[in-house]
């Protein structure tokens, strides 16, 4: 295909990117299933299973909010240069896109004006169609992100990078950094203050629960879960490339303690 990842001005376009999503989940052996359609565009969810029965369970999601284009395109840039054996050490399920209406209309919200990424639980407002859709398969999503949830997102006003993350600890752990590190490799570390009235902190926003996706995995048994930003104030394909590094760093085996 002759377009290049990296190209902004495609960066909404929705046609170029599942054609070239499917080709890559072919290539790959993935199991791609319609999880259900919402206001006209299919919910894709992929799946592929470990080598071993005993291998972790993880899950990545992307698109919740369709002005951060970065986190499907990034997605799929990891499956273009990853190979089928190094996936096979995970049972993987990705979400590839969420908010197709977003992600179109190059719009926050979805086509009602609805976040996708709230009405998980706690106090957050009414879920979105897209969030309706999620929570019907809680049982599905909940096994397959036991070992953990990346969720990616990109921070439209920022120009450094930071990550949310969500685990049973009182400080972030090695898959946090290790995390962030892959988001450090391409932007400079947000400095400490507040982001959306959260206090980030060596460029982690820790244990915040906000009715999101990941913190509603987090709540149902998930080991880990973050979301990562990369700043849209920066470059498209340096954004794209440090969310396909992202992808790869969370599915690494690592010590959670
Ligand atoms: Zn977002």
């Not at 990853?82 to 179109?104: E, I, K, Y």
């Not at 049973?168 to 450090?184: E, T």
Request: net charge negative; charged share 20%.
């Amino acid at each position: 295909m002759a377009w290049r990842l990296g190209d902004s001005a495609r960066s909404h376009h929705l046609a170029l990117w599942r054609q070239a999503f499917v080709a890559e989940a072919r290539r790959l052996g993935l199991q791609l299933q319609t999880l259900g359609t919402v206001l006209g565009e299919p919910v894709w969810m992929l799946s592929r299973a470990a080598a071993e029965a005993a291998a972790p369970s993880r899950l990545v999601a992307c698109g919740f909010h369709g002005e951060e284009p970065a986190g499907p395109w990034g997605l799929l840039k990891f499956l273009q240069g990853v190979d089928a054996t190094t996936l096979d050490a995970v049972h993987l399920t990705l979400l590839p896109l969420v908010n197709c209406t977003g992600f179109a209309a190059g719009t926050r919200f979805n086509a009602e004006g609805d976040n996708p990424n709230r009405g998980f639980g706690g106090s957050s407002p009414s879920p979105s169609a897209e969030g309706r859709l999620l929570l019907q398969h809680a049982p599905t999503l909940a096994g397959a992100s036991r070992d953990g949830v990346l969720s990616c997102h990109e921070d439209v006003l920022a120009d450094s990078a930071y990550i949310y993350a969500l685990e049973r600890s009182p400080s972030p752990g090695p898959r946090a950094k290790h995390l962030l590190q892959a988001n450090l490799r391409h932007f400079t570390q947000h400095p400490d203050g507040l982001v959306d009235d959260c206090a980030v902190c060596d460029g982690v926003i820790f244990n915040h629960h906000d009715g999101s996706f990941e913190d509603w995995l987090f709540g149902l048994g998930a080991a880990f879960a973050a979301c990562v930003e990369t700043p849209a104030l920066q470059p498209f394909e340096r954004r794209v490339a440090a969310q396909a590094d992202m992808v790869a760093a969370f599915l690494v085996d690592m010590p959670d303690g």
